[in-house]
């Protein structure tokens, strides 16, 4: 199921099994993971560090920079979205 909003959580370690809507930070491994937006269950890797992604803290929730595109699966574009204040934004 397509999700439109995303909880942080701050990990030393990340779990075996994700959750749908989580967003598993780990600064000491300077990762952030989460299942795909659009509900199809791929295990989405964004590294934190220059000329990847950026995660930006703020009073209203994380956000996650640049977009997230998932082009695998049987639709080989089926995701891609921003990730602004925990918010899912859909392009």
Do not use: D, Q
Request: proline share 7%.
């Amino acid at each position: 199921m397509k999700i439109n909003e995303i909880v942080p959580r701050y990990v030393n370690e990340m779990p075996n099994e994700l959750e749908s809507g989580i967003l598993y930070i780990c600064h000491g491994y300077f990762i952030a993971i989460h299942l795909c937006a659009c509900g199809c269950g791929i295990k989405t890797v964004t590294p934190l560090k220059p000329n990847e992604w950026t995660l930006t803290k703020e009073w209203e929730g994380v956000t996650l920079r640049p977009s997230i595109g998932n082009f695998t699966g049987e639709n080989p574009y089926h995701a891609h979205y921003y990730i602004t204040k925990n918010k899912i934004e859909w392009l």
